[in-house]
């Protein structure tokens, strides 16, 4: 047997209603979603450390998540593992035409936008059963700035967009400007909205720029832990405390923590 059949196995032994493991047997689809998202933020993270050891056994933990709702699926008479592996196939396939297409397509080569207008007409026909807007299928589980950045996306995709980047800067100041009347009323529901309306114009913004702002974000936050963790560790070195300094002492500080991280990180 292969190594993946074993594990479907291993899987299909867990679920057996007689003699598998309570606990697998209690779960469907709604209780097992979240460890799924869980197993992909941990293969990223192992990405983002560079641990290859760490990234094989994430890798592994995300495929046991497949293995269990194909398994969940199957129980039901919808699809099983290999009807899974077979859809992502032949989907590769259909959106590489100029990798697998015909001696015409291979020889064009790679053509710009083909990829977004391929899955456009796959998901044309099932979208379109359901809903018909273009907006239709971005999931609504994912997390807030990749979906704000899908919805541009598609948005832009039936010309409701910028032409360039100055028009989205426009929005970012009148944005700006609405947080800033919202602070004035006091109203904790008018600034939250506003908020929420400069996040997705900074969004649009990176979406622009051809930047990925949950990339863009997470190593904002890396680089922001890295610098406070310096100051703090420096202020520490003195027997001080982080509360007991001023605004001014805490912004010198952390000019030196910017230059002395940036030389590390360098």
Known sequence: ??????????????????????W??????????PYTIEESYEVADAIARGD??????????????VVFHAQMADELGHF????????????????HPHVFGTEEER??????????????AERAGKDLARDGSALAGVPVTL???????????????????????QGVRAKIAEELAELSAAECSGQVADIQEEVGDLL????????HLKVDPESALSAANRKFERRFRSMEEEIRSEDRQLAGLGTQALEDRWQIAKKKTSIDHD
Do not use: H, Y
């Open 143 to 165: 997390p807030a700035l990749k979906r704000a950045q899908k919805l541009g996306a598609r948005a832009a995709g039936v010309g409701f967009d910028w032409p360039d980047t």
């Open 200 to 207: 997705f114009s900074v969004v649009n913004l990176a979406r």
């Open 80 to 95: 099983d593992f290999e009807a899974v592996a077979s859809a992502i196939e032949q989907k590769m396939i259909r959106r």
């Open 52 to 65: 290859m050891d760490d990234l094989r056994d994430e890798l592994g933990d995300l495929l046991f998540q």
């Open 1 to 22: 047997m292969s190594s993946i059949d074993k594990l479907l196995e291993v899987m299909s032994t867990l679920r057996n209603p007689e003699s598998g493991c309570p």
């Open 107 to 120: 020889e064009e080569g790679p053509v710009p936008g083909a990829w977004e207008r391929i899955k456009a």
């Open 24 to 33: 697998d047997l209690q779960q469907d689809f709604s209780t097992i979603a």
